[in-house]
């Protein structure tokens, strides 16, 4: 189930970026002047959008410092390209890692959901529940106890009553 919030802000930050690689291209075939500033405000994104996305920063390092042919970059130095590739280098462990801990996590729930549904799993706290039990079964043991001593004297208190009532019948004829 995804986000929506998340979902949106992911589409905004895609919606800048392609805006910040646009102007990049824009300004290196213009041939101008590259800076973080300029191109922030051809693109319509604020600088700290630049400083957060490292790869769109080093990208507008190289092309600042990359000599301009007729509209076009000259060849890129061996140091920028090992740049490039050691930040996408990065940004793929860093996807790699969020995406096994997503995996984990979906998978952890997905196996509790099933455990729960299927009713094959004991309680979550079954010491809990058999304490519960012996302490229910000790109490009905007590209340048959009690029960039985009361049955004895209701016993006893009725054969008392019929011994009286036999007595009282016999003495007053």
Do not use: C
Not at 27 to 49: N, P, Q
Not at 56 to 81: D, K
Not at 111 to 140: K, N
């Amino acid at each position: 189930m995804t986000n929506p919030m998340i979902d949106g802000k992911r589409a905004d930050s895609a919606l800048r970026r392609d805006r910040v690689l646009k102007a990049i291209d824009a300004a290196v075939k213009s041939g101008g002047d590259i800076t973080v500033s300029g191109l922030a405000r051809a693109a319509r994104v604020d600088r700290t959008f630049l400083y957060r996305h490292r790869d769109l920063l080093e990208r507008i390092h190289i092309a600042a410092s990359t000599p301009v042919e007729n509209g076009r970059m000259a060849a890129v130095s061996r140091t920028s390209l090992q740049a490039d590739l050691a930040n996408a280098l990065e940004a793929n462990k860093r996807l790699t890692a969020r995406v096994r801990q997503l995996e984990k996590r979906l998978s952890s729930q997905l196996g509790e959901s099933v455990w729960a549904e299927s009713g094959l799993g004991a309680p979550v706290d079954i010491d809990q529940l058999q304490r519960r039990m012996a302490l229910l079964e000790q109490d009905l043991a007590e209340q048959r106890g009690e029960l039985d001593e009361r049955t004895e004297e209701l016993d006893a208190a009725r054969a008392a009553n019929r011994e009286l009532t036999r007595a009282l019948n016999h003495g007053s004829h």
